[in-house]
């Protein structure tokens, strides 16, 4: 009896809005006026340096407020919320620690002794905790107003997010093993964020996984076997499936993936026509599925309707029936009115141009060259422009997608040029460099971490390189929200 009297206690109580203690829900808090700003107040916020005196603020960082802190400095984002180990300020103030960031030639405060341990551990807490303001409320709060860069890096084994608005780096997102990265990398080799901008998915490609996250929070939905050496993942339009490739040399297959219950739903392969299959798109009329077969110069189309084979087209006039392993396609891209599809071959420095007409049958059109090492290609959603990654030759190729000939090379990009994609207003090309290959140092030589990859911005209207971003090692591939599913 006591006990039933007990429950209806509680009962009643919840009924008229009372939870017990142990239940009640904790306002979070950031503590950045109260722990955080003492220490860069009376370390590194003096007038002559980051508190606005006389000469401004030193490199252009403000650290003598919240909202200061975060629109960053004159090399880009100060702090990413979460990721202390990738945030420029805990490596200028951490001299000797390794296992919490790598460290900066730039040694700061500067002149000046260092921050005592426990300051800077203070100042790494806060970061780990998601660097929140005195209220609890996250930077760069969603929506983003003008859209995200999602891009992968292969060597740090993060996803990396970048306001547009802004250009600096919002957030890192683990996507295999941890830092310091005592173990090898799972290495996310292509990120791809769905059309309705809801969910991002990643290809482990030494993992041999797929995972799926959520896009506005970051927090990780999902992760399934996806094969051998999972390349690059599609998305239907309406979000339904992923597909993902497998860059096996021994093999030749196509993962088919539920997005809702992200179960595998068809593995689709063709032996001896499909090989060390790349990269993939699909039609914007959803129709069909492009597949680039790297070890056998063929691109396999699939129908979506029932996953049946509807032709191995062939890169180039002079591939045998049964393929060859010579011009190496590598991505696809198709233009909007889906009449060209762009194969980058990365084994010739050409862009294969296959047509589709209108009884929807495909053969080769034409040969673009280009650069050395073609690999990721994009065209601008106006269908004016086709761009390629030429990673060999560290340049953009510009081609005109009306007439499906060369107009410009963009040299000088950066070191390995690899993944691409443009917004929504055919206005702003952000790549991909790779700098694994006596790459370009970062902007302060650091120990205790890889050299740091890059992404360029480049101008549609004037193709010049307006900005370039330092990122995790080994950047690979690149999706822009709202994305459109390829």
Not at 52 to 71: E, I, K, P, Q
Not at 187 to 193: A, C, D, G, L, M
Not at 332 to 357: E, H, L, M
Not at 411 to 431: A, E, F, M
């Amino acid at each position: 009896m006591k006990r039933n009297v007990a429950v209806l206690a509680c009962a009643l109580l919840l009924m008229v809005g009372c939870t017990p203690k142990n239940d009640m829900v904790v306002p979070v808090t950031g503590d950045f006026s109260n722990k955080v700003k003492p220490i860069l107040d009376r370390s590194c916020g003096g007038s002559s340096c980051h508190g606005g005196g006389a000469n401004g603020y030193a490199v252009g960082l403000d650290l003598t407020s919240y909202d200061g802190l975060f629109r960053g400095y004159s090399r880009g984002t100060a702090v990413v919320s979460g990721e202390p180990f990738m945030s420029v300020l805990v490596q200028t103030i951490n001299r000797t620690d390794t296992t919490i960031s790598p460290i900066s030639s730039a040694r700061m405060p500067a002149s000046r002794d260092p921050l005592p341990t426990e300051d800077v551990q203070t100042i790494v807490q806060w970061i780990k905790d998601g660097a929140r303001n005195d209220d609890g409320s996250l930077p760069f709060p969603e929506p983003r107003p003008r859209g995200k860069v999602f891009f992968t890096s292969q060597f740090t084994d993060l996803v990396g997010v970048i306001d547009i608005q802004t250009g600096l780096i919002m957030r890192y997102v683990n996507a295999g093993n941890m830092q310091p990265f005592n173990q090898p990398p799972q290495s996310p080799h292509n990120v791809q964020v769905d059309d309705q901008g809801k969910y991002y998915y990643v290809t482990l490609i030494r993992g041999n996984k797929l995972r799926k996250y959520d896009a506005a929070t970051n927090e990780l939905l999902a992760e399934v076997p996806a094969g051998t050496s999972p390349a690059h993942v599609v998305i239907t339009s309406d979000g339904s499936k992923a597909y993902v490739t497998n860059f096996d040399q021994t093999v030749g297959q196509v993962y088919e993936y539920n997005t809702a219950s992200m179960a595998l739903t068809n593995v689709i392969t063709v032996p001896n026509f499909m090989k060390a299959t790349h990269g993939a798109r699909l039609s914007h009329d959803g129709k069909f599925l492009y597949i680039g077969n790297n070890g056998t110069d063929l691109i396999t189309v699939v129908s979506t309707a029932n996953d049946s084979i509807v032709a191995h087209v062939p890169v180039a006039p002079d591939v045998p029936p049964f393929g060859s392993f010579i011009y190496k396609p590598y991505q696809i891209a198709v233009r909007g009115d889906d009449r060209y599809i762009y194969v980058t071959c990365n084994g010739k420095g050409v862009v294969s141009v296959i047509k589709r007409d209108t009884s929807d049958a495909f053969a080769w059109q034409d040969t673009i060259r280009v650069g050395t090492k073609p690999l990721q290609c994009e065209v601008t959603r106006d269908e004016r422009f086709l761009y390629v990654c030429n990673q060999g030759s560290g340049s953009v190729s510009v081609i005109d997608a009306q007439a499906n000939h060369l107009l410009t090379t963009i040299d000088n990009v950066g070191k390995q040029p690899h993944g691409i994609d443009i917004t929504d207003d055919s206005r702003t090309v952000y790549v991909t460099l790779e700098n694994i290959l006596n790459g370009e140092p970062p902007h302060h030589p650091i120990a205790g971490s890889k050299d740091p990859a890059f992404i360029a911005v480049i101008d549609v209207a004037s193709n010049v390189v307006i900005r370039k971003i330092e990122v995790g090692g080994f950047a690979a591939g690149l999706s822009i929200t709202p994305g459109r599913g390829n």
